[in-house]
C-alpha cells in the first residue's frame, strides 16, 4: 500500500513508519524540518516537505495514496483550528473518492476524562476536558464523512527510547525537581497496556 503519514516524525509516527516498511508498504510522510527529513530518510520513507497549517502545500498528496495515518499534532493553543482545517482541506481534495481511501485518525485517552476504577474500552462514553472536546467532534466528522474509510485510535502514555513524557519525568527525578502532572490531573483514565510489534509494553 502507499501510505501518508502526518506526523511522522514524532514518537508514535516513527513506530507506525518503522512497521510500515517491515511490512513493505511505500510511505510518504509530511516533514516541516530539514531535521525531520533526514529522519524520515533513515527510516526509508519518502519526506514531503510542508505543514500542518499549510494544508494548501500537501493536500493533494491524499489523492494519490491508498491510506492517510495522523498522527500530527501541533500542542499549541490554536491545536484544534489546525486540525480542522487539515481534515476539511483532505476531505474537500478527495471529492467523491467514496471512502476508498483509508484513514486512521489518532485521538487520545484523555478524551474518557476520569474512570475510577473501571478500566475505559471502545464502549466507554467520552467526558473530555473542555480544551480537548474538539478532538471528539473531528473524530466524528472522519467517521462520517464519504471521503475517507475512517478508523480512530486512542493513545495512552507512549514509551519510547529517547524523548517523550515518561523521559521528562525521569530527568526531574534525577534533578530532584517536581514532575509536573497538574495537566493530567484531569485525565486519569485507566486503560488496558498493549504491546508493540517487539514485545515491550507501549502503552499506546
Known amino acids: 500500500m502507499r501510505v501518508f503519514v502526518l506526523g511522522g516524525p514524532g514518537l508514535i509516527g516513527v513506530a507506525v513508519i518503522r512497521d510500515l516498511i517491515k511490512h513493505c508498504h511505500k510511505v510518504l510522510a509530511l516533514s516541516r524540518s530539514t531535521r525531520s527529513v533526514a529522519i524520515l530518510k533513515a527510516l526509508g520513507t519518502s519526506p514531503l516537505r510542508g505543514d500542518l497549517r499549510a494544508p494548501d502545500a500537501w493536500v493533494q498528496s491524499v489523492r494519490r495514496v491508498d491510506a492517510v495515518i495522523q498522527v500530527a499534532a501541533t500542542f499549541t493553543e490554536d491545536m484544534g483550528q489546525v486540525e480542522s482545517k487539515a481534515r476539511e482541506a483532505m476531505i474537500q481534495a478527495l471529492g467523491c473518492k467514496d471512502g476508498k481511501i483509508r484513514l486512521i485518525y489518532t485521538g487520545g485517552v484523555w478524551l474518557y476524562g476520569a474512570t475510577g476504577n473501571s478500566i475505559a474500552n471502545e464502549t466507554t462514553q467520552f467526558q473530555p476536558m ?66 508493540s510489534g517487539n514485545g515491550v509494553p507501549s502503552f499506546a
Open 130 to 195: 473542555p480544551a480537548l472536546a474538539w478532538v471528539v467532534e473531528t473524530s466524528e466528522k472522519l467517521l462520517h464523512t464519504q471521503a475517507f474509510a475512517t478508523a480512530v485510535i486512542h493513545p495512552a502514555m507512549v514509551y519510547h527510547q529517547v524523548g517523550g513524557a515518561f523521559s521528562r519525568f525521569i530527568d526531574c527525578a534525577k534533578q530532584h525537581k517536581q514532575i509536573d502532572l497538574e495537566r493530567w490531573s484531569n485525565a486519569l483514565a485507566a486503560y488496558p497496556p498493549q504491546r
